[in-house]
């Protein structure tokens, strides 16, 4: 049995979107788009706090919702760790909430930033500094949270096949346990 809930954590433009359906095809099971980005088109990118939260909240009902109806398992493109990143990255503060928020996934998937940045109106952070301070803070909330997870790296079809390896290796760690 693979995890219930798995998360695609990181910094923008590192691909979680590409992938999040097609492991949720591959597994057999449903897949949360991330809100943020819906948002950000509908309001524009200059976020306060408030945006941010409201944000993390409306995807973490997604998130009850989708498993109160069975998913599983759930596949999330981000979840309020990475919503509670962005803050850190915009102000470099957050509200109480985020750290209040138990709602973490099972398994978190970190991508790397080695693949290039692309503009397309809702990212902010293109340049290699900015790029890699949200990657280490993206890391250190996941290390801070203490929630299990895994790097996944690589260009085209082998970023999939290392999503799913390390699905897979996930699975077989939470079966012989």
Do not use: N
Not at 31 to 48: L, M, P, S, V
Not at 100 to 127: E, H, N, S
């Amino acid at each position: 049995m693979i995890p219930r809930t798995i998360c695609l954590h990181g910094p923008e433009s590192v691909g979680k979107s590409t992938i999040l359906h097609k492991l949720a095809d591959h597994f057999g099971g449903e897949a949360i788009e991330e809100y943020g980005r819906e948002y950000a088109e509908a309001r524009g990118i200059d976020f306060t706090m408030q945006d941010l939260l409201e944000i993390a909240k409306t995807h973490d009902a997604g998130r009850r919702m989708m498993l109160s109806a069975g998913a599983d398992p759930l596949i999330l493109d981000t979840d309020p760790l990475m919503t509670a990143v962005w803050a850190d990255m915009l102000f470099g503060k957050r509200d109480p909430w985020f750290d209040a928020w138990t709602g973490t996934a099972d398994f978190y998937l970190l991508f790397d930033i080695d693949l290039p940045w692309v503009a397309d109106g809702t990212r902010l952070f293109g340049t290699p500094e900015l790029r890699a301070q949200f990657f280490e803070l993206s890391r250190a909330e996941l290390e801070r949270r203490g929630v299990r997870w895994a790097l996944v790296g690589g260009q085209g079809d082998a970023r999939l096949a290392h999503a799913i390896a390390a699905i897979e290796a996930e699975q077989r760690a939470l079966q012989s346990a």
